[in-house]
């Protein structure tokens, strides 16, 4: 998926999110972008382009994107930018909360890192802090 105009690009996905919007649709951000002569807030917006980008990912549009599940398996991508808005975290302070790729809530911290919800060795069993 990149920035080209084939089915599956960047200008496709833009494209194919802004169509979608046929009235104004109002949101909790205090911008909004104007869409097919439509106002429409820029949160909502970006959540539609997610779906998009998901369903793409899923599903790709571009002959030579099809074949085996490599893009599918990139979909927790997808649902952590989801998440992140769906938690109302639109402007980042020191941390942010995202799901791991597992699908897991973490912290993200800014100045220190990563704080996993819960640590686990790679053999699934929890990790004691000395």
């Not at 106002?39 to 998009?52: A, G, N, P, S």
């Not at 980008?53 to 952590?80: D, F």
């Not at 639109?90 to 704080?115: R, Y």
Request: charged letters at 25%.
């Amino acid at each position: 998926m990149g920035t080209g105009n084939d089915k599956d690009g960047l200008s496709t996905l833009v494209a194919e999110t802004s169509k979608s919007f046929t009235s104004d649709q109002s949101g909790k951000s205090p911008n909004t972008l104007s869409i097919n002569g439509h106002k429409v807030d820029e949160i909502v917006w970006l959540k539609k382009f997610i779906q998009v980008r998901e369903s793409h990912l899923k599903s790709p549009k571009e002959k030579g994107n099809q074949g085996g599940n490599a893009w599918a398996q990139t979909t927790y991508r997808t649902k952590s930018y989801s998440y992140i808005i769906d938690q109302g975290q639109f402007m980042f302070g020191n941390s942010a909360k995202i799901l791991d790729n597992d699908g897991n809530p973490m912290t993200v911290n800014c100045a220190t890192g990563i704080t996993p919800k819960r640590r686990r060795g790679m053999d699934g069993t929890p990790i004691k802090r000395h």
